[in-house]
Nanobody
């Protein structure tokens, strides 16, 4: 079983950058795809980005393409989300999860190419001021 802890959130001005980290425990981390999601107040949790188990393939939500980059380091059991040119609408709690990369998954917020498999952690708050 993979357990995950997110960190790196904070308060930043519009146009700024943040780098989120997700530390995983468990020997099976490198066997799974990994994804980042976010949930803004009053909204459903939505897909942000995903990466394959090897790190060779990634997928981003349209709303973050060209601004956010997902990466992973299997030697460190970690996945990252580099966020640039942040906008006030990026304000949310950000969560990571392991799961099935490339598998179509639908929830209340829509359909996306990553099925989360684990429990949700505490997340990390990102607040972007205008």
């Amino acid at each position: 079983q993979v357990q995950l802890v997110e960190s790196g959130g904070g308060l930043v001005q519009a146009g700024g950058s943040l780098r989120l980290s997700c530390a995983a425990s468990g020997r099976t981390f490198s066997l799974y795809g990994m994804g980042w999601f976010r949930q803004a107040p009053g909204k459903e949790r939505e897909f942000v980005a995903a990466i394959s188990w090897s790190g060779s393939s990634t997928k981003n939500a349209d709303s973050v393409k060209g601004r956010f980059t997902i990466s992973r380091d299997n030697a460190k059991n970690s996945v990252y989300l580099e966020m640039n040119n942040l906008k006030p609408e990026d304000t949310a709690v950000y969560y990571c999860n392991h799961g099935a990369y490339g598998k179509n998954y639908c929830s209340g917020s829509g359909c996306y190419p990553f099925e989360p498999l684990g429990s949700w952690g505490q997340g990390t708050q990102v607040t972007v001021s205008s």
